[in-house]
């Protein structure tokens, strides 16, 4: 089981950009994927989440109004947009998943996760 992130970049203030969470060896329609950051000295946060079936999404409260989540059954891959990015924004990102057709409110561990794609923010 692999997860391997990519799309991340450097940004300025106020701009976008959309991360990939692809699924490598295995098929991720029955799993979870839950998108996390760790900035610099600070405990890792789960930014969104989507199960499996796309029914059920949750964002962190600081994204929840810039962020979006969704997924490609056909791509094998999930995605999170991010807008009107802040410098706080800036972190490393990481996609997991999980094999349960729980909705996101109900998940608690994932077992699967990729390397991380760095974010940065700054003018």
């Known amino acids: 089981v692999q997860l391997v992130e990519s799309g991340g970049g450097l940004v300025k203030p106020g701009g976008s950009l959309r991360l990939s969470c692809t699924a490598s060896?295995?098929?991720?329609?029955?799993?979870?994927i839950g998108w996390f950051r760790q900035a610099p000295g600070k405990e890792r946060e789960e930014v969104a989440c989507?199960?499996?079936?796309?029914?059920?999404?949750k964002f962190a409260d600081s994204v929840k109004d810039r962020f979006a989540i969704s997924r490609d059954y056909a791509k094998n891959t999930a995605y999170l947009e991010m807008h009107n990015l802040k410098p706080e924004d800036t972190a490393v990102y990481y996609c997991?998943?999980?094999?349960?057709?729980?909705?996101?409110?109900?998940?608690?561990?994932?077992?699967?996760w990729g390397q991380g794609t760095q974010v940065t923010v700054s003018s």
């Open positions: 997991a998943g999980v094999r349960t057709s729980s909705s996101c409110y109900r998940i608690y561990e994932y077992d699967a």
């Open positions: 060896g295995f098929s991720a329609d029955y799993y979870a």
């Open positions: 989507i199960n499996a079936s796309g029914a059920s999404k």
